[in-house]
């Protein structure tokens, strides 16, 4: 019994050859939806509570439209002014149900129905809910400090214009 030329198996281990460092490439706008959907909230929500009183200071040097968007923002949600000699240094708190169904609520909450429904066709319903999620909310948030419009049964729904009030004796049926 001899023992000859008998060799044993070796087994092989492969060592992994590693890539050469990449640069990292940048996330598709995809995977950073949600940011994109929480940044779109936050600019409805500030452009509802501040635009009406931005006007103030229009064609204004920057740092005087950076004081009158602070003293706009702080004062329609806590009465705070912090800037008195800016423009909009009178900003009132307003807080109030009848501005939350403004444009931004009511494009949220189309954009949350597109993602709500059952149809597998529909492209981008994943996108089209977290979006939706996020303008409605800040519709809705922001529709509470927003100035109002007085009373909001006098208005019309297509113009920002006071509705005008026939009364039946004016009108002519010829």
Known sequence: MARRNRRRARTVTRRRRRLPSRKKVSKSIGSQWGKISKGAGVLAFLSNVTGSDMAASAGQPIGVRAMNFGNSLFGRISGFTPFKNAPGANTPQTIGIENIFNKWSGIGAASFIYG???????????????????????????????????????????????????????????
């Open 116 to 174: 709500l429904l059952p149809v597998k066709q529909l492209p981008h319903k994943g996108k089209a809910k977290t979006l939706g999620k996020s303008l409605l909310s800040a519709g809705i948030l922001s529709g509470l400090f927003m100035p109002g419009s007085g009373n909001p049964h006098n208005t019309n729904l297509l113009s920002p214009s006071r509705a005008i009030t026939v009364s039946s004796s004016e009108v002519s049926y010829t």
